[in-house]
């Protein structure tokens, strides 16, 4: 999802943005919140899953919603 919003900031803007933040915020402006807060979501839990050795979540549900979350992005 962070590959495909920075193509999608590159096109409108021709400009490559590489911050993860940065990519989030101005990916509200093209494509709406709601997509925003999907990214925002979908960061805050990654960064849980690569630096908590016990995520408080089932992994196997996690990767199925973020599987199903990023073919709608993509979409």
Do not use: C
Not at 18 to 30: A, D, L, P, S, T
Not at 36 to 61: A, C, G, H, M
């Amino acid at each position: 999802m962070f590959h495909a919003a920075r193509a999608v900031i590159f096109h409108f803007h021709r400009y490559d943005e590489e911050k993860h933040e940065e990519v989030i915020k101005r990916i509200g402006g093209i494509l709406g919140s709601s997509l925003q807060n999907q990214l925002w979501k979908w960061k805050e839990s990654r960064t849980v899953v690569d630096y908590s050795p016990f995520p408080e979540f089932d992994l196997i549900d996690y990767a199925n919603r973020s599987k199903k979350d990023a073919e709608e992005f993509l979409h």
